[in-house]
Every structure is written in structure tokens, then in C-alpha cells.
């Protein structure tokens, strides 16, 4: 195989371009970039004993090689990241914690700006502050914005559908912007002041609102000097909680630190704002020794950059603990420039500032990097008393668990749910509606879902089935895996916990949750404080939850549908639009006539229409 391989690379051509290896599943297990196509990927087939122990792994599994061309080295690394985050290799740096990171954006572009949360980073003629630590603290922030500043928080088509000033204004949190009871400059002023206190200019802003009370208290205007009064404290209980590294500065800065040894490697991105501190964010990455001499960190870290920097903001310095070198530089800034237009400083710490924000990034790092190998190892220890206790040929690092649900026999569905290493894989789950099973039978349903699974060879195959239930859908799955010619995968089924005696006794007792094993009649059961219990009951609760929930929304689809059905003027597309924004016949009937004729399409017509035939149909 590998002669073969030697000669198809002898075909590449000599451009830059992105370069995919598969197994013999035909799954990408690597993708890597090159501005030589054919020198680079020759070069895994060349002095193989030389390469490090992960590189031969890989080349042991290649079956194949793609590549995709591009005009540039630019355009490599940037088709690099995006195949890396949609194929996931088992061999490439990824980042398994790779949810974006919540910003606020202020649409500069709009007659009359308002803030949002939002979690891409574009080149719409916004400004976004961030990254921050969590959504929640993004919206608390936004709300103080609002109320501090007057700043409207209703969307665009709910702003140009207003008659009449809402309840906000009416409080006093609002100018009104959308009946024209403030011009653009006034509100304009507004948004200004916002800006400059998420700028970090929070003593600016609070001078500003002190000379503005004292100018209404002069005026006897005291309602309006009491709520600046309390905007003040609030502003100066944020500043009194805010970690400060350089007043003075006003630059955006993420500092890059990392941590490890043979184990794994934590890199540390600390997030300084204007000199403040508005978070950090560790990326633990297993297996990846940082002092071994066969991983250049010039060659993970890059990749490490290259793909947190895809979706979240660039800032005008990036400070690393290690020289990259001038061409690492330069392309990555031309990447930058390509995705964001931004070319930042990339440079090591220097000054003591520099080494300053270096060390506090370190000792975050090493903090991190000391949890998550503490967790991490909890979590091997269970999976292997999993393979002890349930006799697998090997370490179970990939769980499947499958679970039906159905209501009274209708809207049959299921769901798959994976676990790698202990933890759940999100990207992996799978929804499945039941299309050859009428009524609630589980078997029959169990075994359409598990054939629908493994016919898909292109997923990586699990260590181990759970099978939510006793003997009798256990027997179900092995029959299934049996029929596919897949008996190699084990397979358990997982029965709960009975509970004996009634709550009215005094000895109600609890059994153990138990595991069957094909061939074997009694069940195998796990210590209730040990961590392979807590992944293998985990897995279970957590297909049991994503069948529930699945099931719940296409009951609460039909029910709505059939509601809304007599409805004069009222299409499928505005059904699903109803359904999308309020999510339920309640949610409906709450909300107002305003709120429903801002949806598109809709109008007040319409809305006083739907909450009138809701109301007669209760």
C-alpha cells in the first residue's frame, strides 16, 4: 500500500493546496496545508523512522490522499481551518472546546444602533467588544447598557412597526427612536457614551453622567438626577471588580501561554482590553507533549492560531511565548488580514509589561493544565474499569448509546448519543424518526436505528453499544449487529434501578443499576461512587434527555399545527415562523398583538385574528 501511495504523490502537483489523508473506512483522519504539495506530503513516505511516534501511527493508516488546490499559501491555511473543524481528524491539533466565544456587537450601520450578543466576528461595519467568559455576563452587560444609556433593545421589525412608544420608554430605560421621539445626533450621543465605557474609558463616562446630575438636580429635575445617581454606583461597582494590568493602554491584546508534559498541553489565552482583563479561555490538547524533541511547537501552535483565530476577534496584539519566525508571521497575518482585515502584531513578550501578562497567562495555564489532567485521568481510570468489568477487547474510548421514545404510540423516535474519552461529543449526535415501525414497538424501532447507524461506515466505530434497556433489547441489538456482519463491536444494555417496597413503608430500598452481557444471565453492576458508573448512567440520562426533547418538539409541531389550521391567512411558512418564535400554543397566546405582527410576512390584521380564535379555542 504504501508503494502505491508513493506513486500517487509522485502525481501531485508542485502548488500550494490543502491535502486530506483517509483509512480505509474512507474517513479523513489528517489534514494538513503545504505551499508544495508534492514535496510536502512525499515527505511522510521519506525516512520514516525519523518521524515521531504519532506521524508513523498515521502513515500505518493511510489508505488514500486527496488534495484540494489553491491559489495561494494564504488560501491553504485558511481552507486548512475550516476542513479541520467540518472533518474533525483524530490526528490533527483541534480544538475540542471550539464554541465561539460570546461578543457584544453595537450595528453601527443602523440609523439608530442597538447591542446584541453574538458569537461570529464579521466585516458588516459593526464593532464587537470581546471575547467574553459567558453569555450570561454578555447580557448582563447589554442590559446595563441599555438602561444606563437609554438604548432601545427592540429589533428592527418590531422598531418600525411601533405606533406608539412601548413600556420601556414609558419607565424611562428608552428614548423612543422608533416614533421619533429622539433625532439620530441625541441618540447618537448615547451610543457614543456606551462605546466608551466598553472602550475601557468607564472614569470618562462617570464624570460625564456626574456633570449630567448635577445639571438636573440644578433644574429640580431629581427623578432624572436619581437614576443617574444610580447608574454612577453602578458603574463604579464594575470598575472596583475589574482587574487592571495598564490604565494607559488602549489596544486590544491576547496573551498565548501553554503548559504540559507527556500527558497533554494547555494553552492559555488570556483577553486584555483597553489594560483590562475581561477574560481567559485554556484549550486542553491529550497526548501532545510540549517538551518532546519530535513536536515542533512552531507547528502546533501555528495550527493552534490558525484555527481559534477563524471565528473569534483578532485583537491588535497577539503575544506568544515563542518565536514563530519571520514566515510564520507574515502568514499568518496575511490569514488574518484575509479574515477579518486586520494584520496584528505578533510578537514574543518583551519589556516588563510583556513578561508581566506572559507569567499571569502561565500560571492560568499551569492552574488549568493541572484540572483538567486530574479530571482527565479520573475519566481513564473509569473507562478502564468499564473494559475490565464488561470483558472489552479494548479501552472503550468512544461509547454509543441509542434510546427510543414515543408517546401512546405515535411520533416514534430515537436518539444516538456519543461520549469520547468520558465526555459527550455534541457533533456526533444523531436524531432519528422511526419510518418502518407502526405503533410503540421498541424492538422493531431499535432495530431500524441500529441499521441506519452502521451503515454509515464513514463515522469512526465505538468500543462499545449502550442499549438503553434489559435482556430483551439487548438480544434486539445483537441480532442487528449480527445480521450486518458487525458482531466485533460489544454491546451492553443498561437496565435501571428498580425500587422495592412503596413510599408508604419505612424500608424503601433502591437496587443498582444494572449492566447484561450477551452470553452471561446475571448482570454486572459498578461501586455507586465510581466514575465508570457516572459515564455509563451519564451517557444514558443524556440519550434519554435528546429522545425526550426531540420527541416533545414534534408533538408541540403537530399541536400547534392543528390549532392554528382554521386560521384565515395563515400559511405553513407563517406557522413554522410562529413555531420558531414563540415555540409553543402558550407561548402564542401571550404574547401580544404588537409582538406577532413584527414577525415578517404578518400584520396586525392578522395577529388580532390568531390571539381571537386562540382565545375561543381554550
Known amino acids: 500500500m504504501k508503494d502505491e501511495l508513493k506513486e500517487l504523490v509522485k502525481e501531485f502537483p508542485k502548488t500550494p493546496g490543502v491535502y486530506l489523508m483517509k483509512n480505509d473506512k474512507d ?80 450595528s453601527l450601520s443602523d440609523e439608530f444602533p442597538r447591542f446584541y450578543l453574538v458569537r461570529r466576528v464579521k466585516q458588516d461595519g459593526s464593532v464587537y467588544f470581546g471575547p467574553y467568559t459567558s453569555g450570561w455576563a454578555v447580557r448582563g452587560t447589554i442590559r446595563f447598557l441599555n438602561r444606563t444609556f437609554k438604548i432601545r433593545d427592540c429589533n428592527d421589525v418590531f422598531m418600525k ?32 457614551a456606551a462605546l466608551t465605557f466598553l472602550k475601557g474609558k468607564e472614569k470618562q463616562v462617570v464624570k460625564d453622567l456626574t456633570e449630567q446630575m448635577k445639571s438636573a438636580a440644578n433644574e429640580e429635575r431629581f427623578e432624572v438626577a436619581a437614576k443617574i445617581r444610580d447608574s454612577i454606583e453602578v458603574l463604579k461597582r464594575i470598575l472596583e471588580k475589574q482587574t ?51 513536536e515542533e511547537v512552531k507547528d502546533w501552535l501555528t495550527s493552534f492560531l490558525n484555527q481559534y483565530y477563524e471565528d473569534n476577534m483578532i485583537p491588535d496584539e497577539i503575544i506568544l511565548p515563542v518565536d514563530l519566525g519571520g514566515d510564520i508571521i507574515h502568514l499568518l497575518k496575511a490569514v488574518f488580514n484575509e479574515r477579518q482585515g486586520k494584520e496584528p502584531k505578533i510578537n514574543m513578550a518583551t519589556g516588563e509589561l510583556g513578561k508581566k501578562l506572559l507569567d499571569m497567562a502561565y500560571a492560568n495555564a499551569k492552574s488549568h493544565f493541572q484540572d483538567q489532567v486530574s479530571k482527565h485521568e479520573n475519566r481513564l481510570k473509569g473507562l478502564d474499569e468499564i473494559q475490565q468489568k464488561l470483558h472489552l477487547p479494548e479501552i472503550p474510548l468512544r461509547i454509543e448509546c441509542f434510546d427510543i421514545s414515543n408517546f401512546q404510540g405515535s411520533q416514534s423516535v430515537a436518539s444516538q ?46 468500543q462499545l453499544v449502550v442499549i438503553d434497556g434489559g435482556k430483551g ?60 458508573l457516572a459515564i455509563l448512567v451519564g451517557i444514558r440520562d443524556e440519550a434519554h434527555r435528546f429522545a425526550i426533547t426531540f420527541h416533545r418538539k414534534l408533538r408541540d409541531d403537530v399541536s400547534l399545527a392543528s390549532v392554528l389550521d382554521d386560521i384565515t391567512g395563515l400559511g405553513e411558512k407563517r406557522k413554522q415562523r410562529l413555531l420558531k418564535k414563540f415555540e409553543s400554543v402558550e407561548g402564542i397566546r401571550s404574547a401580544s398583538v404588537e409582538e406577532i405582527a413584527s414577525l415578517p410576512t404578518f400584520n396586525r390584521v392578522l395577529a388580532e385574528r390568531i390571539l381571537l380564535h386562540l382565545d375561543e379555542s381554550t
Open 27 to 106: 474517513k479523513v483522519i489528517y489534514v494538513g496545508k503545504a505551499k508544495n504539495l508534492r514535496a510536502r506530503v512525499r515527505s511522510y513516505f521519506n525516512n520514516l523512522a525519523d518521524h515521531s511516534l504519532k506521524t508513523k501511527y498515521l502513515v500505518n493508516q493511510i489508505a488514500n490522499i486527496q488534495y484540494l488546490l489553491t491559489k495561494t499559501e494564504v488560501e491553504a491555511f485558511l481552507l486548512e481551518a475550516s476542513l479541520i473543524k467540518k472533518y474533525r481528524p483524530r490526528y490533527n491539533i483541534r480544538l475540542k472546546d471550539d464554541k465561539t466565544y460570546p461578543y457584544i456587537r453595537c
Open 161 to 192: 412597526s411601533r405606533k406608539r412608544p412601548c413600556m420601556t420608554y414609558q419607565i424611562g430605560r428608552c428614548t423612543a427612536p422608533c416614533v421619533d421621539y429622539v433625532n439620530k445626533e441625541e441618540y447618537g450621543k448615547d451610543i457614543k
Open 244 to 294: 487592571v494590568v495598564n490604565p494607559n493602554a488602549e489596544k486590544d491584546q491576547d496573551v498565548v501561554a501553554y503548559y504540559g508534559d507527556e500527558r497533554g498541553v494547555l494553552i492559555e489565552t488570556l483577553h486584555i482590553r483597553s489594560g483590562r482583563v475581561i477574560g481567559n479561555r485554556p484549550h486542553f490538547i491529550s497526548k501532545l507533549d510540549p517538551d518532546s524533541d519530535s
Open 417 to 462: 448519543v456519543v461520549f469520547e474519552e468520558g465526555l459527550p461529543k455534541k457533533e456526533d449526535y444523531r436524531r432519528y424518526k422511526i419510518k418502518t415501525v407502526e405503533g410503540p414497538n421498541d424492538f422493531a424501532s431499535m432495530k431500524e436505528v441500529l441499521e441506519r447507524r452502521f451503515k454509515h461506515t464513514e463515522y469512526d466505530d465505538p
Open 473 to 532: 433489547q439487548l438480544k434486539m441489538a445483537i441480532e442487528v449487529l449480527k445480521e450486518l456482519g458487525r458482531t466485533e463491536i460489544p454491546v451492553v444494555g443498561l437496565a435501571k434501578a428498580r425500587t422495592q417496597g412503596s413510599f408508604q413503608e419505612q424500608d424503601v430500598k433502591q437496587s443498582k443499576e444494572r449492566f447484561f452481557l450477551p452470553g452471561r444471565q446475571n448482570p454486572v453492576t459498578f461501586a455507586n461512587n465510581s466514575e465508570a
